[in-house]
């Protein structure tokens, strides 16, 4: 073939699409499909990074205006055929251009770490004789010499440091071609197996038997349906997971387990490394681009078999993979909601389909949009009704009016702060969760009902004590508190509502010999914080941990034999429409984490909606009744799964050219529905309106069919950029988003 495919590393319209590159002599056996290349591009020849997707002997332009290409970078391919294929199904899935998908997909950076190592060089002539002139003199170089005569194959630096010496005398072997110098590239580790207990398997109980043996019949049918493994908190999943593993390895495949975030679950991901050592990795954003790109490379080379990661690691280059599981499938996370706006789940499922490997999506609480594809006989479906200890933890629902009306204010109800005591008193652990950070919610006065507001953002500022400082949640913004009103001078200018800060205030007012841990977003913001109250907590060095949503998931603490849920009504008042799913999920995983062990849990879910279908359904451990009452909600409603919602949101810090743009863009929606029967949303201002000092406002559309919707929005789009100027605004689309508010 003459000519390479190439597509160039820009993000713009204008250059997404192929250009075709002459392949010189010189780099015809060097250059293979998923190579990355340097090509000198438009007007200027500036030599730009470029991906080859392609080989062909056909060009459609005049052969004497077709370039060169310049260079071949690595001697490694970055894109598999099936990769190539991925971006493609992305950037047509996620209306983006391929460059921006093929970035997605590869390692920020492409640079091995390299180091030298000095050896002999035995294929000089009289290499022996010339060796033994120099050792017979008392110099650096001999001394080097020796060493290496003994000790070939060593890093330059480490014979320096041995022998005290500078580099100057290995310099000069090297020039006079006695000793070689080579590059080694070497892959940091990210993980420490020593650190870790050796673990084998245990011996599954009937039901994850069950489940692992209809998963191996599927993988064995080699069925191209996703499995979905519906198993209770507590359920062994992840002893399944890590069987399943260890058989698709014997079959000498590859793995990728998706975990939400690791450093959410850092048990998670303990034991994988436990159980299989060297041959898992990890990668996570907490990585530097180096250490990815290096865990990258070892997939690459065939030198791990599973990694374990989140959302990106399902870029991981296997060349021979045989599974994919993702651990908490409804997890919000598996969304990107940066370009390209992927869902995980999407890839992952094509990717199977790609290589011949099989997709299993785990969770106590499948998403409903997951669940619905059971019912439809899209994907199979195996369940474990029961924990591991025989043992689900015992849920109460306190219906928080009624402690008001007996008067009591505080932010425990009588029946919680009783298993508090209680629980302190037996030496038990309690994990208390509110899924909300900072002190209080916001300032306001009671006299005039004025709140105060951060002046970037229409959010109420959250009240923080440690700092006795009012902070926006949104743009970090800082303010000293009032003494008096802003509005009406009064001083009755107070905080209300409850954080996490404050529940802990409380706990050391009336349990103060109780030992406390808290973890939201405050208190996590070093490196390995997260790790280190998790642990801290697990080693009993703490009675009671108070967190956020960071707390809900994943974690397996023995003692914890109490979970106090202080206000389940936060995520129930969402305005939007998954919010009683979040609810219910949230609540599950919560009251999950109590009685995993061989003692009885305990769960107490404070409410002012006791009555709501989510709340009631958690507290009866009923997944199956939440789904049906949900997905006919669903169904009424026009909401996923029977819709597809496309948000789009236009931002700028001149409201009425926003409002403009907008409103045009609606007008054009509106016109070209005459044929199409979607539901547009009138123009509204976004849940947060203004967020540093950007005016925002949104269009909700739902379609039944996605391939449509998507078309007529990127048309609708296209003729407002034609239109109106919007180069000082930022247009954001959004499919099937995780939030639409
Ligand atoms: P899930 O992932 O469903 O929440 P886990 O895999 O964390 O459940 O299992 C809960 C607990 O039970 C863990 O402490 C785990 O080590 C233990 N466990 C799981 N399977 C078995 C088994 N077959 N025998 C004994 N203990 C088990
Ligand atoms: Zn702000
Ligand atoms: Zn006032």
């Known amino acids: 073939m003459k000519y390479a495919e190439v597509i160039i590393d820009i993000t713009n319209e204008n250059v997404d699409k192929i250009f075709h590159y002459a392949i010189p002599d010189n780099l015809k056996e060097l250059i293979f499909i998923g190579m990355r290349v340097f090509v000198p591009f438009g007007f200027g020849n500036r030599l730009r990074e470029g991906y080859v997707i392609g080989f062909t002997n056909v060009i459609e332009i005049d052969e004497s205006r077709i370039k060169n290409i310049y260079s071949v970078p690595d001697n490694y391919i970055i894109f598999s055929k099936t990769m190539i294929e991925i971006a493609k199904f992305m950037a047509e899935k996620y209306y983006c251009s391929l460059s921006e998908c093929l970035q997605c997909i590869m390692p920020k950076i492409m640079k091995d770490k390299g180091e030298k190592y000095a050896i002999i060089n035995y294929d000089k002539e009289n290499i022996n004789e010339i060796i033994n002139k120099i050792i017979s003199k008392n110099t650096q170089q001999s001394k080097v010499l020796k060493f290496l005569l003994k000790n070939d194959n060593v890093k330059t630096v480490d014979i320096q440091k041995i022998l005290n010496v500078t580099l100057s005398p290995i310099k000069t072997l090297e020039k006079n ?122 997939a690459k080379d065939g030198e791990i078999k599973i990694m374990v990661g989140a959302r990106s690691a399902i870029f991981t280059p296997f060349e021979n993979l045989g599974i994919i599981i993702i651990d908490e499938e409804h997890e919000s996370t598996y969304k ?74 505080s932010v425990f109800s009588r029946p919680l702060f009783e298993a508090i005591k209680e629980n302190l008193k037996n030496n038990m652990q309690t ?32 009240y923080h004590s440690k700092e006795h400082k009012l902070v926006c949640h949104y743009c970090n913004s800082e303010e000293n508190v009032p003494t008096i009103c802003p509005s009406c001078n009064s001083k009755y200018i107070k905080y209300f ?36 109250i998790l642990e801290d907590f697990k080693n009993h060095k703490a009675d009671i941990l108070i967190g956020t ?176 100027d919007t180069t000082k605004l930022s247009i954001i689309l959004n499919l099937n988003p995780n939030y639409i508010s």
Request: proline residues 2%; positive net charge.
């Open 497 to 532: 509502g409850v954080g996490t800060q404050k529940i802990e205030e409380q706990i050391e007012k009336y349990f103060s010999n109780a030992k406390v841990l808290r973890m939201d977003m405050d208190t996590t913001s070093k490196k390995n914080s997260h790790q280190n």
């Open 177 to 298: 071609e006695i000793i070689k110098i080579i590059t080694k590239q070497v892959k940091r580790n990210v993980v420490n197996v020593e650190n870790f207990k050796k673990t084998e398997h245990l011996n599954l109980n009937e039901s994850q038997k069950n489940a692992f043996n209809f998963i191996i019949k599927k993988i064995e049918e080699k069925s191209t349906k996703p499995i979905v493994l519906h198993g209770v908190t507590g359920s062994g999943k992840t002893e399944v997971y890590l069987q399943l593993i260890s058989k698709v390895l014997k079959k000498g495949k590859d793995a990728i387990m998706l975990v939400p975030e690791i450093s959410l679950t850092p048990q998670t991901v303990e034991r994988f490394i436990s159980r299989f050592g060297e041959k898992v990795s990890v990668t996570h954003s907490k990585l530097s681009d180096g250490e990815r790109f290096d865990q990258w490379k070892k």
């Open 549 to 724: 949503q960071m707390i809900a998931k994943g974690l397996d603490f023995p003692k914890v034999s109490l979970v106090g849920v202080i206000a389940a009504d936060i995520t129930l008042n969402t305005g939007d429409y998954k919010s009683s799913e979040n609810t219910f999920q949230l609540l599950t995983q919560v009251a999950g984490r109590a009685g995993r062990a061989n003692i009885k849990g305990n769960v107490f879910i404070q409410t002012y909606t006791p009555e709501h279908y989510s709340i009631v359904f958690a507290k009866n451990n009923d997944y199956i009744g939440f789904y049906n009452k949900e997905i006919v909600e669903r169904k009424i409603m026009f909401y996923p799964p029977f819709s597809n919602i496309f948000f789009i949101m236009i931002s700028g810090d001149n409201e009425n050219n926003v409002l403009n743009a907008i409103k045009f863009l609606h007008n054009v929606m509106l016109y070209y529905n005459q044929k199409t029967n979607f539901y547009i949303s009138d123009v509204a201002k976004a849940y947060v309106y203004k967020v540093n000092n950007q005016y925002r406002y949104k269009i909700i559309i739902r379609a039944e069919e996605e391939t449509r919707l998507k078309n007529f929005v990127l048309y609708c789009i296209n003729i407002l950029k034609n239109k109106i």
């Open 336 to 409: 990107s909601e940066t370009t390209p706006k992927y869902n995980v789940k999407e890839i992952a499922e094509q990717l199977c389909i790609l290589s011949n490997a099989t997709l299993v999506l785990g969770s106590a609480t499948p998403s409903i949009d997951t669940y619905y594809k059971t019912q439809i006989n899209e994907y199979d479906l195996i369940s474990i009704n029961n924990r591991v200890n025989e043992n689900m933890p015992n849920i109460n629902i306190v219906d928080m009016r009624k402690e008001i009306e007996s008067g009591n204010m």
């Open 431 to 462: 994990i208390l969760f509110l899924n909300r950070r900072g002190h209080s919610t916001f300032v306001s006065c009671r006299k005039c009902g004025y709140v105060m507001e951060c002046k970037n953002c229409n959010v109420s500022y959250t």
